[in-house]
C-alpha cells in the first residue's frame, strides 16, 4: 500500500462495495485521525450504511461503555486508532475485539502510531485489519502495510484492477490472484518496499521493547518537565500513553511557537489542528501543538525543549 491512508481506504471502499448494504453499521471513535475518518464517510455514502461514532471519557479514552451500547445486529465494521496521535491514549484493542467477535463484527486498527513504538502482535490483537505507514518509523514516504485476515481479504473486492493481480483476462470477466496479489494491481512501489523491510530490521535490530520501554521513559520526563511549565495544558491524561504530548500555553499562539521552536532551536514539533478536526472541537482547542519523543531522543534534548518554550514564553509577555 502507499500508507496508512490507502491501506484503511482500500478496506472501507472494498466494504462499500461488496459487504456493506443500506442501513448497516460502522463504528468509529471521536479520536480518529482524519484518514479513519473521511474514507467510511464516503463507504457510507455509497452504501447507506451510517457512520457511529464512540465517544471519549475526560482523560481522552474511549468509553466502552458507550461502545457496548453502540454495538448492534446492524454492526458491520469496528474502524480504530491503536494510539491516538494526539492524547496519546493506547486503545484497549484486545478487549474490544473480544467484544467485536462475539458479534462476528471485524475490527480495524489503525497502527500509525503504535507500529513505530512498541511491539505489535496481530495474532495476539486478534485484529482483523491492522494498517501502518513506513515514513512514521523513519522509512521512506508513500508506502505502508495493509494486514489482514486471510478470511476478510478473501471476502473483500479489490479496490484497483489491472495487471498482476489478474489470472485470466478475457473482454467478458477476469479472474483475480489469490491475495495478496489481487490486492497489488500495476507495478508496485518495489523500492520503497524494499526500504520498509529495511527499517523494520533496524527496528527489530534495536528490540521493539527496548524502544518501547525507553521512549516510556522520555515520556514520563518529558510530562514531568512540560507540567511543570506554567499555564501549559496537555491534552489527555490515560494512563497507557505513546510518547506524544499535545499542550496548549495560556496565551500564547501554538504557530509562533512552532516557527520559534523550529527555526531558531531546530526542534521538529508540529503546531494546528493535528488532523483530527472533530477531536479537536471537542476539546474545545483552536490549535495545539505536538512535541514526539522517539529512541533517537534523549532527556537532555527534553530538557533543551522546555528552556526554549520558557524563552518564548518570556519573549512574548
Ligand atoms: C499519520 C497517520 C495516519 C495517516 O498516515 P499516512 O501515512 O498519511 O497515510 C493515519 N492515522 C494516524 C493515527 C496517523 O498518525
Not at 163 to 173: A, K, L, P, S, Y
Not at 224 to 235: A, F, M, R, V
Request: with cysteine; charged share 20%; proline share 4%.
Amino acid at each position: 500500500m502507499r500508507g496508512c491512508t490507502e491501506a484503511i481506504n482500500v478496506v472501507a471502499l472494498g466494504f462499500a462495495r461488496g459487504l456493506l448494504q443500506d442501513g448497516d453499521e460502522i463504528i468509529i471513535s471521536l479520536m480518529e485521525h482524519h484518514a479513519n475518518i473521511v474514507p467510511w464517510q464516503m463507504a457510507a455514502q455509497d452504501s447507506g450504511a451510517v457512520v457511529k461514532v464512540i465517544p471519549i471519557t475526560e482523560t481522552g479514552e474511549l468509553d466502552l461503555k458507550a461502545l457496548e451500547n453502540l454495538i448492534s445486529d446492524r454492526t458491520k465494521i469496528i474502524s480504530l486508532v491503536h494510539s491516538s496521535q494526539i492524547l496519546g491514549t493506547i486503545n484497549p484493542i484486545k478487549k474490544i475485539t473480544a467484544m467485536a467477535h462475539k458479534k462476528g463484527i471485524p475490527v480495524l486498527v489503525d497502527g500509525a502510531q503504535t507500529a513505530p513504538h512498541m511491539p505489535i502482535d496481530v495474532q495476539d490483537l486478534d485484529c482483523d485489519f491492522f494498517t501502518f505507514s513506513a515514513h512514521k518509523m523513519s522509512g521512506p514516504t508513500g508506502v505502508g502495510v495493509l494486514y489482514g485476515k486471510s478470511e476478510w481479504l478473501e471476502k473483500l473486492p479489490p479496490h484497483n484492477g489491472g495487471g498482476e493481480m489478474c489470472d485470466t483476462v478475457t473482454f467478458e470477466q477476469t479472474t483475480y490472484k489469490p491475495i495478496p496479489k489481487k490486492f497489488e494491481a500495476g507495478t508496485t512501489s518495489f523500492a520503497d518496499i524494499i526500504s520498509l523491510g529495511a527499517v523494520i530490521d533496524y527496528h527489530h535490530a534495536l528490540g521493539m521493547q527496548a524502544i518501547a520501554d525507553y521512549e516510556q521513559e522520555l515520556l514520563e520526563y518529558g510530562l514531568e518537565k512540560l507540567h511543570q511549565i506554567k499555564g501549559l495544558h496537555i491534552l489527555g491524561s490515560a494512563p497507557e500513553k505513546e510518547p506524544v504530548v499535545s499542550f496548549t500555553i495560556d496565551g500564547v499562539d501554538v504557530k509562533e511557537l512552532e516557527k520559534y521552536l523550529n527555526s531558531e532551536w531546530g526542534i521538529a514539533v508540529k503546531a494546528g489542528l493535528l488532523a483530527s478536526q472533530p477531536l479537536m472541537k471537542h476539546l474545545k482547542v483552536e490549535q495545539a501543538i505536538r512535541a514526539s519523543f522517539c529512541y533517537y531522543n534523549t532527556k537532555e534534548e527534553i530538557d533543551t525543549l522546555t528552556q526554549a518554550i520558557e524563552t518564548f514564553i518570556q519573549k512574548d509577555s
